[in-house]
C-alpha cells in the first residue's frame, strides 16, 4: 500500500514535492468505495486513485520518472561498477541546484508494517540512505548512512532492531549503490519486505511510452486468461466474440541482413537465438448482421482498442495482486467514458479486493466529477516563475462539497493550466 511519497531536486522538481494517499479526515463523500481501511492501528484510510492534472511541460511526468528512478535504482545500485555515474539530473536552472543531491523518499505499508525508506545522490555517489520501520507504531530507526566530505566516507548507524551481518553488508556497499540492493544480494532477510514492495507492488508505466501489448498477449496464452481479456474488453463496450492467438513463424535471417558493421559475433549470437522464433498474430472476432464472426487482426483495429487491450493484462494484474499502478496519460486515444472505466475498476471494492491503487495524469477534465473523486483525490502541476514544478492539492482551496470542479479548473480557479498567448500574422 502506497502513502506518500516526496521527491527534491530532480528534473523540473526543485524544491520538495509530495503527494500523499492518506484519506483527508475533513472529506467523508465516497468513503465506501474510493477508501480503504490500512489495517494499521491509528493510521487514516488510504485512497484508492488520485489524478494529477496539469499543463503540458509543467512537470507532472517528471514526478512519476522520479519514482522509476527511485525503483529502479534501488532494484540495480548493486550491479552499479566502481566509477559508473549514477543517473540522477538535478534541477538545471539554478545554478545552486546543479550541485545539490537529488533526494527521494517514499512511506508504504508491506506486511501491516509501515515503512519510511529514502536516499540522496549525485551523479557519483550515495549521499544519504535511511530506512525506519513501524512494526508496533513505534518508529524504529533500522539503518541510516551519511556521507561525510571532510572524512572522505560514510558515517553509518545501525539501530538494535536490525540484526545481522551488518559489517559485511555495509563493506560490501560501494559507493554509487544503495545498502538495502547490496543486502538484499547477499541474502538479508530482514529486508526482503521492504525490496519485495519496490520488486512487486510497484508499477510505473513511464511518460510517453507504449503499453507493451506482451503482458496481455500472455494472458491470452490460456483459456482463462482468454476468458478474462474477453470480458474486460466486453465490460467496456468493446463487442469482441472470441479472441484467437496466431503463432507466425519469424521468416529466416540472413547475415548479410544484418548492419555490416555489427561484430560477426554478435551477428551469429543473432541469427542462432532468432532460429525458430515466432511472432503472435492477434485476432478479434466481431460478429456480422447475420450472425457469422468476421476476423480482425488488432492492426485493424482503433487506437483506443489496441490501448485497451494493452491495459487489459496489466490492469488485471494489478487488482489480482493488490499492486500500485501509476499511469502518465491514462487518457491517450481513449475516450473519457473508457477512463472512467478504468478508474472505477479500481475504485469497486468487490472488484479491488486486494486494495490495488491508480494514480494518473491526465488532460481528460471529465473526471473532475465529485460522482467519481474525493475531493482530496484531485491534484495539481504548476512551473512557478523560476520554472520549478509544483505540486499541490485541490483541498488548498477548501472546495465545496458537490462543487463543479471541472469548470472551476478550465475557469482558472485552481491554476495549473497552460497560458495561451495571441498569435499574430
Not at 507493451?212 to 483459456?223: G, H, V, Y
Amino acid at each position: 500500500m502506497f502513502i506518500e511519497f516526496n521527491v527534491t531536486n530532480y528534473r523540473s522538481i526543485r524544491d520538495t514535492q509530495t503527494i500523499k494517499m492518506a484519506a483527508s479526515k475533513y472529506y467523508n463523500e465516497l468513503e465506501e468505495t474510493n477508501c480503504f481501511d490500512s489495517s494499521t492501528a491509528g493510521f487514516p484510510k488510504l485512497l484508492r486513485s488520485a489524478v494529477i492534472y496539469g499543463p503540458n511541460a509543467a512537470g507532472k511526468s517528471n514526478l512519476f520518472r522520479a519514482l522509476h528512478f527511485m525503483q529502479s535504482f534501488i532494484l540495480k545500485s548493486h550491479s552499479q561498477q566502481e566509477g559508473q555515474a549514477i543517473n540522477a539530473v538535478p534541477f538545471a536552472l539554478n545554478r545552486r541546484s546543479q550541485t545539490e543531491p537529488s533526494e527521494f523518499e517514499i512511506f508504504f505499508l508491506q506486511d501491516n508494517v509501515r515503512y519510511q525508506y529514502g536516499f540522496a545522490v549525485n551523479r557519483v555517489r550515495v549521499i544519504k540512505e535511511w530506512l525506519l520501520a513501524f512494526p508496533e507504531g513505534k518508529a524504529q530507526r533500522w539503518y541510516e548512512r551519511e556521507y561525510d566530505a571532510n572524512a572522505d566516507n560514510d558515517k553509518w548507524y545501525f539501530g538494535t532492531k536490525f540484526t545481522g551481518r551488518r559489517s559485511l553488508w555495509q563493506e560490501a556497499t560501494r559507493k554509487n549503490a544503495l545498502f538495502l540492493s547490496t543486502a538484499i544480494q547477499l541474502n538479508n532477510e530482514q529486508l526482503k519486505p521492504v525490496f519485495s514492495w519496490f520488486q512487486y507492488k510497484l508499477v510505473t508505466i513511464l511518460p510517453g511510452a507504449s503499453i507493451n501489448l506482451k503482458f496481455s498477449i500472455d494472458q491470452c496464452a490460456s483459456e482463462e486468461g482468454k476468458l478474462r481479456i474477453m470480458e474486460f474488453m466486453n465490460s467496456a463496450d468493446i463487442s469482441i466474440l472470441r479472441i484467437e492467438v496466431k503463432k507466425i513463424p519469424i521468416p529466416p535471417i540472413k547475415s548479410e541482413m544484418l548492419p555490416p558493421e555489427m561484430p560477426q559475433t554478435i551477428k551469429e549470437k543473432v541469427l542462432l537465438e532468432m532460429q525458430g522464433k515466432e511472432l503472435p498474430d492477434i485476432q478479434f472476432l466481431h460478429k456480422t448482421d447475420t450472425g457469422e464472426s468476421v476476423p480482425f487482426h488488432l492492426s485493424d483495429e482503433s487506437d483506443g482498442t489496441k490501448r485497451l487491450f494493452a491495459f487489459a493484462g496489466p490492469w488485471l494484474d494489478v487488482l489480482a495482486n493488490g499492486r500500485i499502478l501509476f499511469v502518465d496519460e491514462l487518457g491517450t486515444s481513449l475516450h473519457p467514458l473508457m477512463v472512467r472505466f478504468l478508474v472505477g475498476l479500481i475504485q469497486n471494492p468487490e472488484i479491488n479486493r486486494y486494495n490495488a491503487q491508480l494514480i494518473f495524469t491526465t488532460h481528460d477534465t471529465s473526471v473532475l466529477d465529485t460522482d467519481i473523486l474525493r475531493r482530496d483525490q484531485i491534484w495539481f502541476v504548476e512551473k512557478d516563475p523560476e520554472q520549478a514544478s509544483r505540486l499541490y492539492p485541490l483541498s488548498d482551496f477548501k472546495p465545496r462539497q458537490g462543487e463543479a470542479l471541472e469548470k472551476g479548473y478550465l475557469k482558472g480557479r485552481y491554476g495549473a493550466l497552460p497560458f495561451i498567448g495571441e498569435l499574430r500574422f
